[in-house]
């Protein structure tokens, strides 16, 4: 079990958008769904308005998606998808150059620690 000093901390307006992310509906989807606007979906969802967590539960359940797996998911790190987005947007030879660029990074680094402590 995890306990309440490791447990991280995920705002309702988050798990509501996860929920619906995973069932593929758009904001005005959900919200004609829920019986609300699509900008108090994405209020919620920015984290202007808070979501209550009647609210969430009734979002998970129209997406019929398990709250429950939802709480369970781990956080997406926004700087990790922002590198992956520029990665993916370099052409296959500007991709190439790159990790050449690493592996001679990770040779020269190795050399330096043999020469500095050899075997």
């Known amino acids: ?22 069932s593929e509906l758009t904001q005005a989807q ?12 994405s209020r919620w969802e920015r984290g202007h308005v808070e979501a209550t967590f009647d609210t969430v539960q009734r979002a998970a359940a129209t997406c019929g998606v398990s709250l429950a797996a ?13 590198l992956l ?7 296959a030879t500007e991709r190439l150059r790159r990790l ?3 592996v001679r990074f ?6 330096l620690v043999h020469a500095r402590c050899p075997p």
Request: proline share 2%.
């Open 30 to 41: 959900l919200a004609s769904r829920l019986g609300t606007t699509a900008s108090a979906v």
């Open 70 to 82: 939802v709480l369970r998911e781990p956080a997406v790190d926004q700087h990790d998808v922002s």
């Open 1 to 22: 079990m995890t306990s309440m000093a490791a447990a991280e901390f995920i705002a309702g307006g988050e798990v509501l958008a996860r929920c619906r992310r995973r």
């Open 85 to 91: 987005e520029s990665t993916l947007a370099l052409t």
């Open 106 to 111: 990770v040779e020269a680094a190795r050399d």
């Open 100 to 102: 050449v660029g690493h």
